[in-house]
């Protein structure tokens, strides 16, 4: 399906580029991948022929951080972090992997907000990115978002060996998650020695796609973290 092929490829990628982030922490030498980036193969940056109709804009449902919480009312969903762990503030994240960014644009992802435990050589954390899904959003919400989901999840296995993950697995999942409409991906992995195991969480608000993407050890330290996470109301 071309009309969604730069969508998949980049949400894919999400998995990838978090994974690194756990393996080298925050500041990475610099090497961490973008969604923004990210080099692409000709086949991946085929022009897409079909286009959605591009729905009117619902405008950028923008979160606050503050301190050990990330809040975004208008799609009513909290995140408040142990304070074991780092949530990067704004300015942080424009520094380190949005730019001058406020909001992502057409066709762009974009880090709305990123937390780390910095208490081992593999950091867990967890990474919630955005991207602005305008011109295709009528296409996605046509699919439904499980059937759009288990699409990009095709991309997985080459986002993650690209990341020099060996052993990968994956699949949908049902879980549960202070959302009304969304779906999961779960994928375990080896990297460096250590096996890794990540849900990502993925929704349609509006003209924004979210991934929300946990990773830790094991099953039980994902669902732990997937715990920060309720209703704002």
């Keep these: 399906m071309k009309v969604l092929k730069k969508l998949s490829i980049l949400l894919a990628l999400c998995i990838a580029a978090v994974l690194v982030l756990a393996a080298c922490g925050p500041k990475g030498g610099g090497t961490t991948p973008t969604q923004k980036d990210e080099p692409q193969s000709e086949a ?24 050990d919480t990330y809040t975004n009312e208008a799609i009513n969903l909290k995140m408040k972090v142990p304070s074991t762990w780092t949530l990067y503030t704004k300015d942080q994240l424009a520094s380190e992997y949005n730019g001058s960014a406020t909001e992502p644009e057409i066709g762009e992802s974009f880090y709305e907000a990123y ?68 779906a999961t991906i779960q994928s375990t992995c080896s990297l460096q020695g250590t096996d890794i195991f990540q849900r990502q969480v993925v929704f349609l608000v509006g003209n924004y796609l979210y991934s929300i993407t946990a990773t830790s050890f094991d099953e039980a330290g994902v669902n732990e973290i997937l715990g920060f996470f309720s209703r704002v109301k």
């Design 44 to 67: 991946q940056t085929e022009e897409i022929t079909t286009k959605a109709a591009e729905p009117a804009d619902t405008g950028y449902p923008e979160a606050t951080l503050a301190g």
């Design 115 to 182: 937390a780390l435990v910095e208490d081992a050589q593999f950091h867990e954390n967890i990474s919630i990115i955005v991207q602005n899904a305008s011109e295709h959003t009528d296409t996605i919400n046509a699919m439904g978002i499980k059937s759009f989901t288990e699409l990009i999840s095709e991309g997985i296995p080459e986002a993650l060996e690209q990341a020099g993950a060996t052993n990968i697995k994956y699949s949908l999942v049902d879980i549960d998650f202070p959302m009304d409409d969304y």
